[in-house]
């Protein structure tokens, strides 16, 4: 059989632990086999983040951003144990952040839905996609204890021009916080989310407290409401698709009562917290993906979870794992159907498809990993618990006769 031939290189990111083995096993039995593969591989392991201090990731991300679809593999942001553990030289950023300030995206995180697993909220029977803004407000305020006396917010201007808000005439002991965020980071978050709507042809919902932060949020609910006007509108009536901006309790409301099949947008808080929720309702994190969409339309893939340590550790001990591959495989599926589109290969877009279909059906026939096992239920299969590697081989296995 003629492998499928591709155009431009999809840039690779190797990473860390489990899912470093995985990788690897699904390149060989899921996609070299029917693909003509070209990629630009980068080596985001710690060992070789530590090696070239750290500058592979770097590298990486303007890849990413110079041929616009990436591929990544999880990866271990290190703690002071890992420095440990790797002998490393310094106590490497994450690098999702790197890439993604390389890149000023945002995460859009979707569950990958079977039958058979229901969702705690059963009415759930599409996915919800949470996208969330990843820049500023909490994850880069400064805060400090208060006692008595007054605390004041101070802005000086370029010309040294100030302005003094009074936070709070405290008479006793207290707290104080100041966050921040940049219009042009708002800017970027409401582009992705109506460039990554559009994309999906579903419905947008975006989400603040505006009626009480009337400045802070309301300027996320103008921006939004000014770029939607401004430059989405029509291409939204086109598509046949809504957006529609609701206060945070509304939103929550309406996500619970609703059926799913929609994207929200969170502030950075409400997406950290909405994206747990989200991805425990649908039944396993191993089922939740993860992209990340830049302003200008540069996509990058992974799997929403980490590098699952535990059972890496009994993978080196010889120990039989029965680790959940599926988001890393939709990680994949999803960067060779975006290549696929822009390039206008057919086939290669065809052929993610079909090895999203084998995975669903696999699991959909009763096979699957041990994670999953608890969780599915439906007349007349009875879940069978696969090794890693069983699993990936029942995929091909469904893939070849597909
Ligand atoms: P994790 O790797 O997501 O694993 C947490 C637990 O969730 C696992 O121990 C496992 O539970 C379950 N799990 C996650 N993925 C699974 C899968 N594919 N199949 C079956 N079970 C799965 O999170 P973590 O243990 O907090 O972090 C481990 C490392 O990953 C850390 O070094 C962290 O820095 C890194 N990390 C990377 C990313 C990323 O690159 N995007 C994201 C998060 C974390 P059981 O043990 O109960 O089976
Ligand atoms: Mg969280």
Same mark, same amino acid.
């Given at each position: 059989?003629?492998?499928?031939?591709?155009?431009?290189?999809?840039?690779?990111?190797?990473?860390?632990?489990?899912?470093?083995?995985?990788?690897?096993?699904?390149?060989?039995?899921?996609?070299?086999?029917?693909?003509?593969?070209?990629?630009?591989?980068?080596?985001?392991?710690?060992?070789?983040?530590?090696?070239?201090?750290?500058?592979?990731?770097?590298?990486?991300?303007?890849?990413?951003?110079?041929?616009?679809?990436?591929?990544?593999?999880?990866?271990?942001?290190?703690?002071?144990?890992?420095?440990?553990?790797?002998?490393?030289?310094?106590?490497?950023?994450?690098?999702?952040?790197?890439?993604?300030?390389?890149?000023?995206g945002t995460v859009f995180?979707a569950?990958?839905?079977?039958?058979?697993?229901?969702?705690?909220?059963?009415?759930?029977?599409?996915?919800?996609v949470?996208a969330?803004?990843?820049?500023?407000?909490?994850?880069?305020?400064?805060?400090?204890?208060?006692?008595?006396?007054?605390?004041?917010?101070?802005?000086?201007?370029?010309?040294?021009?100030?302005? %003094?808000? =009074?936070?709070?005439?405290? /008479?006793?002991?207290?707290?104080?916080?100041?966050?921040? @965020?940049? &219009?042009?980071? !708002?800017?970027?978050f409401?582009r992705s989310c109506f460039n990554y709507a559009l994309d999906k042809k579903m419905?947008l919902?975006?989400?603040?407290?505006?009626?009480?932060?009337?400045?802070?949020?309301?300027?996320?609910?103008?921006?939004?409401?000014?770029?939607?006007?401004?430059?989405?509108?029509?291409?939204?009536?086109?598509?046949?698709?809504?957006?529609?901006?609701?206060?945070?309790?509304?939103?929550?409301?309406?996500?619970?009562?609703?059926?799913?099949?929609?994207v929200?947008a969170?502030?950075?808080?409400?997406?950290?917290?909405?994206?747990?929720?989200?991805?425990?309702?649908?039944?396993?994190?191993?089922?939740?993906?993860?992209v990340l969409v830049?302003p200008?339309g540069?996509y990058?893939?992974?799997?929403?979870?980490? %590098?699952? =340590?535990?059972?890496?550790? /009994?993978?080196?001990?010889?120990?039989?794992?029965?680790? @959940?591959? &599926?988001?890393? !495989?939709?990680?994949?599926?999803?960067?060779?159907?975006?290549?696929?589109?822009?390039?206008?290969?057919?086939?290669?877009?065809?052929?993610?498809?079909?090895?999203?279909?084998?995975?669903?059906?696999?699991?959909?026939?009763?096979?699957?990993?041990?994670?999953?096992?608890?969780?599915?239920?439906?007349?007349?299969?009875?879940?069978?618990?696969?090794?890693?590697?069983?699993?990936?081989?029942?995929?091909?296995?469904?893939?070849?006769?597909?």
């Amino acid at each position: 059989m003629e492998r499928i031939k591709m155009k431009t290189p999809l840039v690779e990111m190797d990473g860390d632990e489990m899912t470093r083995i995985i990788w690897k096993l699904i390149k060989e039995k899921l996609i070299l086999p029917f693909v003509d593969l070209k990629t630009e591989y980068y080596d985001l392991g710690l060992p070789e983040r530590d090696r070239t201090e750290d500058s592979v990731t770097t590298a990486a991300a303007l890849a990413n951003k110079k041929y616009g679809v990436a591929v990544k593999c999880a990866t271990i942001t290190p703690n002071r144990a890992r420095v440990e553990e790797y002998n490393l030289k310094e106590m490497w950023k994450s690098p999702n952040g790197t890439i993604r300030a390389v890149l000023d995206g945002t995460v859009f995180r979707a569950p990958i839905l079977v039958d058979g697993v229901t969702p705690y909220i059963p009415s759930w029977k599409k996915p919800i996609v949470i996208a969330r803004h990843a820049y500023g407000d909490i994850y880069k305020a400064v805060d400090g204890k208060a006692g008595k006396g007054v605390a004041e917010l101070k802005f000086t201007d370029e010309k040294g021009k100030e302005k %003094t808000l =009074t936070v709070f005439d405290f /008479k006793e002991d207290g707290v104080v916080l100041a966050m921040h @965020n940049t &219009v042009k980071s !708002i800017e970027s978050f409401a582009r992705s989310c109506f460039n990554y709507a559009l994309d999906k042809k579903m419905p947008l919902m975006f989400s603040t407290k505006d009626t009480i932060s009337k400045i802070y949020d309301g300027e996320f609910k103008r921006i939004f409401n000014e770029i939607y006007e401004n430059e989405y509108k029509e291409k939204f009536e086109k598509a046949g698709i809504e957006y529609l901006y609701t206060l945070i309790d509304d939103a929550v409301a309406r996500i619970v009562r609703g059926g799913g099949g929609i994207v929200w947008a969170c502030k950075n808080y409400d997406g950290d917290v909405m994206s747990d929720m989200v991805a425990t309702a649908y039944g396993s994190l191993a089922m939740m993906t993860s992209v990340l969409v830049s302003p200008d339309g540069v996509y990058e893939y992974e799997a929403a979870h980490g %590098t699952v =340590t535990r059972h890496y550790y /009994k993978y080196l001990k010889g120990e039989e794992t029965s680790t @959940n591959p &599926v988001a890393t !495989i939709f990680a994949w599926t999803g960067a060779l159907k975006k290549r696929g589109e822009l390039d206008g290969l057919k086939d290669l877009s065809c052929f993610a498809e079909k090895l999203e279909k084998a995975t669903i059906s696999t699991i959909e026939s009763g096979k699957m990993t041990g994670d999953l096992t608890g969780l599915f239920k439906k007349d007349g299969v009875t879940p069978v618990k696969l090794s890693t590697e069983g699993f990936l081989d029942a995929v091909a296995e469904n893939l070849k006769a597909l």
